[in-house]
């Protein structure tokens, strides 16, 4: 489960979230229970109010404003035993991170931070159903983190690379 | 000893040599090039090849009574075996999870098939027999070890160029599926994404899904049940984890062997006087005909869900129905991406392309059914 608490106009809520399945959540506002559907993801990296929210990279308070829909849709919730041993996903992998698209594995790591890269440059190959897939940049922006190694396992939505702000 | 007819003794190889034999060699080259130098299918052309090339020298011994290609044939083409075997080792490769994530993916694999039967009805057209017509039609399914299944029982004497045509049609799927794909559709339906739902599959229904398909398949269409049995098998094997030596056996041992003996026998069927007919090029026209209208079947039927599911479901999958597992699923990825480089459809394609491999099985026993094979 992971808890928000955000400050909306002044007021503060606390929404704890819990992952069933990859589409379906229990959300938890203020003692109110809903399950929610999950009915498209999409990263917006180009949207213009989602760089303002973006956390510095390795902030991994509570307090995140993770209020993004994008940012909500990256929490996978899992144990953090799994979480740590992976790939640190949802930390801070809102609209500022390229995300995995799907399960595999990242066979090669073609940036490291630092680098500045073009939208649709090419990031990483990520082998997914023995094919390999070809992973571009979906903005253009400096790499602030590599968030994975080649040769590591991935889940869907799981952060590949983040952007610095900017 | 040496006596008038030494000579002619010692020379009756080349005193065979005729000019089927010699036309014959030249195509066994050109599939030996084509594996080796183009990579089509080498697994099967190659040895296809080799077959084709010593079963057509001059008084071949390989193909006489006993020789090592005629005991091949009789040992495991004659009777099915051979690609009832390569069928365990499909499905102790396939992944069924995408299609059990999404199962509603099991109607494109469906609309993939349709080729098939209109395939049929050409080849009847053109005057082939039902049985060779049906086993004509099934090259659509673009599944090899199902096309040599089907035509084995139901016309072994066009199994050389059928089997030929299956394959090589397989190794042209990159090439003549995009073209198809990119008629077919715009690239705004090209661009339609489709999020990837990870719905967690439980072990217990991954371990169900090959068992309740067998019963399924098996009760309503029996004359699937060797293909659809033993492909369930090879994923009853996979997905349980219980047999992990019998599964990786299964996969490659077994299937490797399987293969090498599988294609000599083939190739040693394509004698001159049986394979340089004029059916045998009506085969290869009508065979890529059957493929084509599978593809487009399949793009057409996925525009029709997409119309009805208000443009969630992009055309291109549509594609993936036919069977060429996972070659089929590849392109479609492959396609989406060159519209849209954050496209991922593979998962999505996978499904259809799994649901093709599994209606291809069911079109070949409807096929047997049809034509009242036993």
């Known amino acids: 489960m992971r808890r928000y608490t955000l400050g909306l106009g002044g007021r503060e809520f606390v929404i704890d979230v819990q992952e069933i399945d990859a589409d379906r959540f229990e959300v938890v506002v203020g003692g109110e229970r809903y399950e929610v559907k999950l009915a498209g993801d999409e990263d917006l990296p180009e949207s213009t109010i989602t760089p303002g929210l973006v956390p510095p990279p390795g902030s991994d308070g509570p307090a995140r404003p993770a209020a993004t829909a994008a940012a ?89 690379v983040r952007f610095a702000e900017g | 000893m040496i006596g008038p ?56 011994p390989l193909i006489a009574e006993d020789g090592m290609l005629r005991v091949l044939y009789d040992m495991g083409i004659r009777n099915e075996l051979f690609p009832l075997l390569i069928f365990i080792g499909i499905g102790a490769l396939t992944d069924f999870g995408p299609l059990l994530e999404n199962p509603r993916l099991v109607l494109l694999g469906a609309a993939g098939q349709f080729g098939i039967f209109l395939t049929l009805l050409l080849a009847l057209a053109l005057g082939f027999t039902r049985p060779e017509a049906a086993s004509i039609g099934i090259i659509g399914a673009i599944d090899g070890p199902t096309s040599i299944y089907v035509s084995g029982l139901l016309a072994p004497h066009l199994l050389g160029p059928i089997t030929v045509a299956a394959y090589s049609y397989m190794s042209l799927v990159p090439i003549i599926l995009p073209p198809i794909m990119k008629l077919l559709t715009t690239p705004a339906e090209r661009r339609i994404r489709m999020p990837y739902s990870q719905r967690v599959i439980s072990r ?81 026209v009508l065979g890529i005909v059957a493929f084509a209208v599978d593809a487009v079947a399949g793009v057409l039927f996925a525009k029709l869900l997409n119309k009805l599911g208000g443009g969630t479901v992009n055309p291109l999958i549509g594609a993936a129905g036919i069977s060429a597992f996972p070659m089929a699923a590849r392109v479609v990825q492959r396609v989406a991406q060159e519209e849209d480089f954050e496209n991922f459809l593979l998962m999505h394609a996978m499904g259809a392309n799994a649901a093709g491999q599994v209606a291809s099985v069911v079109a070949g026993g409807v096929l047997l059914a049809l034509m009242g094979a036993g």
């Open chain 2, 5 to 60: 007819d030494t000579l002619s003794l010692l020379l009756q190889g080349l005193a065979h040599v005729t000019a089927q034999s010699l036309v014959m060699m030249v195509v066994a080259l050109v599939l030996l090039y084509l594996g080796i130098a183009k990579g089509y299918e080498p697994l099967l052309l190659l040895p296809i090849g080799a077959g084709c090339l010593l079963a057509n020298l001059p008084l071949s």
């Open chain 1, 72 to 160: 909500t849709r990256s929490v996978p919730a899992r144990s953090s035993a799994t979480a740590a041993a992976s790939s640190r996903p949802a930390a801070g992998a809102g609209p500022s991170a390229l995300n995995a698209p799907m399960p595999g594995v990242i066979l090669e790591l073609y940036v490291k931070a630092g680098d500045k890269v073009e939208r649709g440059q090419q990031i990483a190959v990520l082998d997914a159903m023995k094919m390999h897939n070809l992973i571009g940049a979906p903005r253009a922006g400096t790499i602030a983190e590599v968030c994975v190694e080649a040769g590591q396992a991935v889940g869907h939505g799981d952060a590949i």
């Open chain 2, 204 to 284: 217990r229904t991954r371990i169900l899904f090959p068992i309740v398909v067998t019963v399924l398949v098996g009760t309503l269409v029996p004359f699937a049940t060797p293909l659809i049995g033993m492909l369930m098998l090879g994923n009853l094997m996979k997905e349980s984890g219980a047999v992990e030596r019998l599964t990786k056996a299964s996969a490659q041992e077994i299937a490797n062997t399987v293969t090498l003996f599988l294609g000599l026998a083939i190739g040693s069927t394509m004698v001159g006087s049986e394979f340089l007919k004029l059916s045998t090029l009506a085969i290869l």
